[in-house]
């Protein structure tokens, strides 16, 4: 099993920054793509960004040149920062791993946008 916490949402302005994180704990050996997606109200989930084992990262058109995917391997962590918010990036933002084929899901935290 793998764990995943997610920290860093809230409230920003439009036009503001937000950093999320996503610790993995438990059975860990073997994660590969890690990636951020995101809900809004009445909407499905949809990819926001995913990062592989070597590092290749892959964004939605929406979120190109305003958000920026990372990791850091030794703590086990998926980070997401997001530049230049806009109202309509308003959603509850989940972490996903991969490891061996299934996907894990952190909680999701909200991130608000106000205009």
């Known amino acids: 099993q793998v764990q995943l916490v997610e920290s860093g949402g809230g409230l920003a302005q439009a036009g503001g920054s937000l950093r999320l994180s996503c610790a993995a704990s438990g059975t860990i050996f073997g994660l590969s793509t890690r990636g951020w997606y995101r809900q809004a109200p009445g909407k499905q989930r949809e990819l926001v960004a995913t990062i592989s084992p070597a590092g290749n990262t892959n964004y939605a058109d929406s979120v190109k040149g305003r958000f920026t995917i990372s990791r850091d391997n030794a703590k086990n962590t998926v980070y997401l920062q997001m530049n230049s918010l806009r109202p309509a990036d308003t959603a509850v933002y989940y972490c996903?791993?991969?490891?061996?084929?299934?996907?894990?899901w952190g909680q999701g935290t909200q991130v608000t946008v106000s205009s």
């Open positions: 996903n791993f991969v490891r061996n084929g299934i996907g894990y």
